[in-house]
């Protein structure tokens, strides 16, 4: 199905995929920005790039071009976004750190287990054979590279607002950053459980260190994540609109990841139905 690269050939190729994408999306909002509101243009700029991600995964028939892209986006956007405005304000630089060691946590897991572009994740294969071509080829567009794109814009969209609130942080402030910096140290505790977890036990389903407290505790990270970086917006904004951002992403997590990876397990794994049962889903 894949085209057969070594791995380091397979990475050399994302990455170049991805600075063309990178270079697209700079050309779009730098001649966008001044035709309409500039988060607007900075939206179409990540579209564009996602829109080029999305035809390198159609070149190379492997949907998996795109993982990184849900890592890698964030910190990159946010750090364009502080040199475009000329904004450092300590809360800015609070997000900039906590969004920076997500990415590069979460970026550096993807590379430990990209197995390179003769691999195309499970989930992706799975829509790739019970849907007719052209089913597979609009879920593809939308729902596997578009959808996340803008899922992960919108929660950026708190992030955004601190750009707009002077130089003053408070202890909630604080908080959030804490809370962010702390999600995605449980994601890489987490990771590196199971990965440890998976080269002793292989074929069996990680139950110690996090896993035996939840199910899914790198997702209870991811989740969290977002959560660390709407209490920085609301410390200082106050409670509005924005909450929608963080529950979308629970709830991407809570309805369709979550089932979709124990369905998974629980047809694969042995013993997993009885350790679902005793075993919380997040916390």
């Not at 390198?56 to 750090?79: E, K, M, Q």
């Not at 962010?180 to 990680?206: E, K, M, N, W, Y």
């Not at 963080?246 to 709830?251: E, K």
Request: proline fraction near 5%; charged fraction near 10%; include cysteine.
């Amino acid at each position: 199905m894949s085209h057969s690269y070594s791995r380091p050939a397979s990475v050399a190729i994302i990455t170049v995929v991805y600075v063309i994408a990178a270079v697209a999306g700079f050309l779009c909002f730098r001649n966008t920005s001044a035709q309409m509101p500039e988060l607007w243009a900075l939206l179409l700029a990540d579209v564009l790039a996602t829109v080029i991600v999305w035809f390198f995964g159609l070149v190379y028939r492997n949907v998996s071009v795109y993982d990184p892209y849900w890592s890698v986006a964030p910190p990159v956007l946010f750090t364009a976004w502080a040199f475009y405005k000329g904004c450092f304000a300590l809360p800015v630089v609070l997000l900039l750190i906590a969004v920076w060691y997500w990415g590069i946590r979460l970026t550096g897991n993807w590379l430990y287990t990209f197995q390179g572009l003769a691999h195309e994740d499970w989930r992706y294969t799975r829509y790739r054979d019970s849907q007719p071509p052209f089913l597979f080829h609009l879920t593809n567009f939308f729902g596997l590279n578009m959808m996340p794109t803008l899922l992960v814009f919108a929660c950026m969209l708190p992030g955004f607002g601190l750009f707009e609130t002077g130089t003053a942080a408070n202890w909630i402030t604080w908080l959030g950053f804490v809370i962010c910096l702390a999600s995605a140290t449980i994601q890489l505790v987490a990771d590196t459980q199971i990965h440890r977890f998976r080269i002793a036990h292989p074929g069996q389903f990680c139950n110690v260190g996090l896993w035996k407290k939840g199910r899914h505790p790198n997702y209870f990270g991811e989740v969290q994540m977002w959560w660390g970086v709407w209490i920085m917006y609301a410390s200082l904004h106050g409670i509005d609109w924005h909450i929608l951002a963080p529950v979308a992403m629970t709830a991407l997590f809570l309805f369709i990841s979550i089932p979709m990876m124990e369905r998974r397990q629980l047809a694969r794994k042995p013993g997993y139905a009885a350790y679902r049962k005793q075993t919380r889903m997040l916390i």
